[in-house]
């Protein structure tokens, strides 16, 4: 059995939580200080351990990643990656799925709103854990908290940097109370160097235990993990740092400087240094792709940043599986299905699926034409007669009344199917995976190409696990490669934005009117909040 030590915390968590509104929650909800952090340990779980119960989640918009209409799906169902083809009745869901896919989400949307509120209750959480170590640390001045400290430094800053990402102009929040009297908007380009200066002090502060592996840090905010975030934060600093995103200009990343240790580096020169501590760190390819998805995937050496997942211990779920295959399909594996997500015409193009260049790591992510049951039994349609056949190249925005209604589009598969989930198949027992050391080679692949220097080592590494040939390390050639090798793992919309590929019109999706100036790269803040707080909020260009 896994070892994870927020057991407690999770059922402290409903002591601790209950709010509707990120900034209006009720005193009388929250466990005493007085009890909850009475000693070290009671510090120590309901402090630090209690805030990783809302990295994950069984709700919508809650979590990094594993349910629906929050942070994954915004920046998953809004690029060429994946759609959610409305089939009949099913997937239209008020123009949700589509809006989405066409950039049109409006200011009134609830998963956008559901999701702010979700980044910013559990940045006050943060900023209550470090008020009560802090008040710790005052009553017990011979014990040293500042591990403690910085770990949920660390991990508030993470929530920021998903925050920034989606939103760009948002609140900076430190207090602990939940008045909002210190609450500010600040550009993108402070929330930045935050995020950063966050990062930085608290790294040497960290646990250099695995993440990934179980044990005292399973889970949990250590080097890896921060080490990966400041590698992508600098990857992105182009787009971080430009407060004026619609104005057609951007900041260059050899001018974006970070001082690490006293020595000044460029964005790129940053993104390379941090990719190559985690090398340094230990950690490495798997020779077997499918490893870092498999039921048991604890051991990888390759992930770096999971959401633990056991169906007995813990409730957090990963729904997508679930919502991509067809009901027949998923039946045939006792579990659930609701014929949903496809790949598009893009990740077709992409992979050459269909052909003899076909990519290898296709068939490790998706389904695609006849499909069978796990003993290599054809599975049907209800009829009983019509085999089960995907169709990839019939997806379309809406297939409703076509032939191919409920069979268009390559479904999901990247992870291995644990025949014992529950509820649905969404309970499993793989990890999620949120970070790996791939996408560090990718990063320090492209940020080398970047700053004049060859990065084909890094890419054709990622490309040779999996048997493909060695490609010449171009921009165009690695943005490729991150569709290849990261498909489903949310980092379209980041790697569009870089790229500035995101406004771009595709298969199914116009450009919309004015979307050239690049508005659209962030989304607004929720036209509630900007009315609940108008006087220190300003909604983003374009909205």
């Known amino acids: 059995m896994k070892t994870y030590p927020m057991i407690l915390a999770t059922i402290l968590t409903f002591f601790l939580t209950s709010c509707n509104s990120f900034l209006e929650e009720d005193p ?72 989405l896919f066409l950039h049109k989400w409006g200011v009134n949307n609830d998963a956008i709103l559901n999701t702010w509120e979700y980044l910013y209750r559990t940045i006050i959480l943060c900023n209550r854990s470090l008020k009560g170590i802090a008040d710790f640390g005052v009553q017990h001045p011979d014990t040293d908290v500042s591990a403690l400290q910085a770990e949920v430094r660390a991990l508030r800053a993470m929530f920021y940097y998903y ?23 600040v550009e993108r380009s402070v929330l930045f160097r935050f995020i950063v200066k966050e990062l930085q002090e608290s790294l040497p502060l960290l646990s250099s235990e695995r993440s990934n592996w179980p044990g005292e840090y399973y889970g949990r905010m250590t080097q890896g993990v921060a080490c990966f975030l400041l590698a992508k934060l600098a990857l992105n600093a182009e787009v971080y740092t430009d407060d004026n995103w619609t104005d057609g200009q951007r900041p260059d990343g050899k001018q974006i400087m970070f001082n690490i240790d006293g020595t000044e580096r460029n964005a790129w020169e940053t993104t390379i240094h941090y990719c190559e501590r985690l090398t340094a760190m230990g950690y490495i390819l798997e020779p077997d792709y499918t490893a870092n998805f498999a039921v048991f995937n604890e051991s990888s050496t390759e992930n770096i940043f999971i959401i633990p997942m056991d169906k007995n211990l813990y409730t957090n779920q990963y729904i997508y599986l679930f919502r991509s295959r067809n009901y027949n399909h998923a039946a045939a594996y006792g579990l659930g299905g609701e014929n949903g997500s496809s790949a598009t015409i893009e990740v077709l193009e992409t992979f050459d699926y269909d052909t003899p260049q076909q990519d290898a790591r296709f068939d490790y992510c998706y389904f695609a034409g006849p499909v069978k049951d796990l003993s290599g039994n054809q599975i049907y349609l209800d009829d009983k007669v019509t085999p089960l056949v995907y169709e990839p190249w019939n997806v379309k925005l809406d297939v409703s009344g076509e032939t191919y209604e409920k069979t268009a589009g390559a479904r999901m598969k990247k992870y291995e199917v644990d025949t014992k989930a529950y509820k649905d198949g969404k309970l499993f027992d793989n990890d999620i995976v949120v970070f790996r050391y791939a996408d560090a080679l990718l990063m320090q692949a492209e940020a080398k190409v970047r700053n004049g220097q060859n990065g084909d080592n890094e890419l054709n590494a990622v490309r040779q696990r999996v048997g493909e040939e060695t490609r010449t390390a171009t921009l165009e050639n690695i943005l490729a490669e991150r569709q290849l090798e990261l ?24 450009q919309l009117e004015n979307e050239a100036s690049g508005y659209t790269t962030v989304f607004p803040i929720p036209e509630s909040i900007v009315q609940r707080y108008s006087e220190s909020m300003k909604q983003n260009d374009g909205y």
Request: negative net charge; proline residues 3%; glycine residues 12%.
């Open 28 to 99: 009388q909800n929250l466990l005493p200080e007085e009890i909850a952090h009475s000693t070290q340990e009671d510090l120590l779980n309901n402090a630090v351990l209690m805030l990783y119960t809302h990295v994950g989640g069984n709700a919508d918009s809650e979590g990094i990643q594993g349910t629906g209409r929050g942070i994954y799906d915004l920046n998953t169902f809004t690029t060429d990656e994946a759609i959610m083809p409305t089939r009949g009745g099913d997937w239209y869901d008020g123009g949700f799925w589509q809006g």
């Open 487 to 510: 498909a489903w793992e949310g980092w379209r919309r980041q790697d569009l934005i870089r790229f500035g590929q995101f406004t771009r019109a595709y298969h199914s999706r116009p």
């Open 163 to 185: 925050a920034m990402d989606l939103f760009g102009r948002i609140l900076l929040i430190v207090s602990h109370d939940n008045t909002g009297t210190d609450m500010k908007q």
